[in-house]
């Protein structure tokens, strides 16, 4: 009996820990691109865009249409009764000629409006591996503050004992004992603070991922060899390159380049607008059949062909208010397009310069790392060998704790703005996770 409930005891306490499932970043992102509302929007959006070019092409195509009908009529007079029967069918087709090229205007702008809604689910795929990343950093970055934090509480505890042992043995006033139970405290309530992070930025990561955000995961809490890789990565603040960058994002990114095929929709519809001055020229073919008995049918034949051509006079000026109309649709939209391009630019410049400054911090904040060590170091010698203060071992541990948590918060924000850049850039590689 002892060994059954030791073995019903040894699942209950292990069970938390076998259901808990890892959730890597590149599981996380997988999970996104499949899940995120917005860009199961822009996919939708694509068929429509898809069956409206189908449309266009069938502009220019000849519809056809059949028919049949029956018709009966009765004459009466005083002298005779006589009863009519018709029976029909025929065929008729039309195509448009020449529309005043507003059909190929309609293409153009359908062609377009494909590519388009394509750019933006490739923009939004880079966006929500991007929006990914950032949330499941956090997450690390949390973790990693968090065990900086924990580390400082048995630290401190550690600390609180031997200073109650030295004030026992009148090494140490009163005071000491009291001011390190005070540091004991705030460090524990900075684990609780740091917790309080820690579920909130997963919180947020499961709630983007479309996850039952109560339900625990277990998270990579190390730097891969990728972000290993970025953090060894050098800056070189060279305006070339910065211009070779532009360059390169004004080639790749896909809202930009989708901006340019919409300004040509916009030109489309001037295109479009313009044809309501120009002559329509509408071709007809048709075919038909009729007797006044089912039998006959078939037995006389009536072929007819034609061409129209209808031409605008006047129109109450509605054509020229359209081409107005379309006009300053596509002049505001290239005022537009240029402000997206400078905006680009800036966007660009001010990654690349964070960037830069971002891996100086980076390198500056591992020094004070040492640094601060070194010296705590040297205040708790100190103190053991009663020629230092408690204040200066407080105020050197307070340093330390704060060089660990820059450099940790650096690390995590160099690798973001690594990301970021190439996210402005639009060479934010999403295929590897589809």
Known sequence: MKFFLAIVLFFIITNPVLSQEKLTLDEAIKIALQKNSGLITQENELSRS?????????????????????????????????????????????????????????LSRSKNSVESVKLAIEQKKQEVVFQTINLYYSIVEADQLLKVREEDVKQQQKNLETIEERNRLGSVTKADVYQQQVQSGNAELQVIQQKNILET?????????????????????????????????????????????????LDNRRDYLAQKLNL?????????????????????????????????????????????????????FQTQNAIQSAEVDAMNYELQLL????????????????????????????????????????????????????????????????AKTNFINAQFFYIRLSEQLKFNLGVLDYSEYE
Request: charge should be negative.
């Open 201 to 249: 930025a997963k919180s947020n990561l499961l709630f983007y991922l479309g996850l039952d955000v109560l339900r625990d995961y277990k998270y990579s809490d190390v730097f891969t060899q990728k972000e290993l890789g970025i953090l060894d990565t050098d800056i070189n603040t060279d305006y070339n390159q910065l211009n070779d960058l532009v360059k390169k994002a």
């Open 339 to 402: 402000d997206s391009e400078r905006l680009l630019k800036q966007d660009l410049q001010k990654s690349f310069l964070d960037l830069d400054a971002a891996k100086k911090s980076l390198l500056v904040t591992e020094k004070n790392v040492k640094a601060a060590e070194e010296n705590l170091k040297i205040e708790q010698e100190k103190y053991s060998l009663g020629a230092g203060k408690l204040l200066d071992v407080l105020i050197a541990n307070t340093s330390y704790q704060n």
């Open 264 to 316: 040509d929709s916009y030109y489309d519809n001037l295109t479009i607008a313009k044809s309501g001055h120009l002559p329509r020229l509408t071709g007809n073919l048709g075919y038909g059949t009729s007797a006044n008995i089912p039998d006959d049918l078939f037995d006389a034949h009536t072929f007819s062909a034609g061409l129209t051509l209808s031409i605008p006079i006047f129109s109450g």
């Open 50 to 106: 898809e069956s409206a070019l189908d449309a266009a092409y069938g502009k220019f195509l000849p519809d056809l249409g059949a028919y049949g009908s029956w018709d009966w009529n009765k004459l009466k007079t005083e002298q005779i009764t006589k009863d009519s029967r018709t029976y029909s069918v025929g065929a008729t087709s039309n195509i448009v000629l020449f529309d005043g090229l507003s059909n190929y205007a309609n």
